[in-house]
């Protein structure tokens, strides 16, 4: 924006040769610049609180996922737990990912993205919803859809390395899509995925689940419905 009005105000001085940025945007106004920082801080705090919340919650609760966890980790360090992480490392760890796509799929942190129509968008063959409405998709049922995600109330990260859970992209809205997919798509899959990877190996933790431990609260993100407590022993091996 800055580079954008400096462009403008040396062109209506009569400068010429003016070297033209790269991109030209125009002046947004303080309340939509207010908003696009809400957007960033709800974004990076509470969806990486939810999913965090859900992914360590969820393999401390399935003991045998955790161990093929550490285990791929493990091997992918050479036996050696404080070898720094590459990229290529982590791109590598199939299992690890597959947990965390499925954590994702299983618990979107996210459900309802709301949009403004710019003009009169079509919903179905016998509705249009009119410009300046909002809509409100809702990224659950396609997430949970059975004719993509064979039993999708249960979690299965095999889906993603036996299945072919990954070549349903249109269903995979977890992080949106077209124009205003999230930024983020890559970096938190492998965020999560260097997160659990290394505390696998470095930290036990038991999870003290209840019958309505893997119910869902809806709290602008989803969270577990009750409150639960960590016990942590840090394990250096």
């Keep these: 924006m800055i580079e954008s009005q400096a462009y403008h105000d040396r062109v209506a001085a009569g400068e010429v040769d003016v070297e033209k940025p790269a991109v030209l945007v125009r002046q947004f106004s303080d309340a939509e610049i207010a908003q696009t920082m809400f957007t960033f801080l709800?974004?990076?705090?509470?969806a990486s609180s939810s999913a965090t919340?859900?992914?360590?919650?969820?393999t401390a609760q399935r003991p045998d996922v955790l161990d093929r966890v550490r285990q791929e980790n493990l091997e992918i360090r050479g036996g050696d737990i404080d070898k720094p992480l590459s990229l290529e490392m982590l791109e590598s760890m199939t299992y690890t990912n597959a947990v965390v796509k499925e954590v994702l799929r299983w618990r979107p942190p996210v459900i309802f993205v709301p949009y403004t129509c710019k003009k009169d968008f079509p919903i179905t063959d016998t509705y249009t919803a009119p410009k300046g409405s909002m809509v409100i998709p809702s990224c659950w049922p396609a997430l949970h859809d059975p004719e993509v995600y064979p039993q999708p109330a249960v979690f299965d990260p095999e889906r993603w390395i036996t299945g072919d859970a990954?070549?349903?992209?249109?269903?995979?809205?977890v992080f949106g899509n077209g124009a205003h997919d999230c930024i983020a798509r890559q970096y938190v899959q492998l965020t999560m995925t260097a997160m659990i990877g290394k505390a696998s190996l470095e930290v036990d933790w038991v999870h003290h689940a209840t019958s309505r431990s893997e119910e869902i609260k809806v709290f602008a993100t989803l969270f577990p419905m009750v409150s639960w407590f960590w016990g942590w022993t840090v394990t250096m091996c």
């Design 42 to 46: 709800f974004a990076s705090q509470d």
């Design 166 to 173: 990954n070549e349903k992209t249109k269903n995979w809205l």
């Design 53 to 58: 919340t859900w992914l360590f919650q969820i």
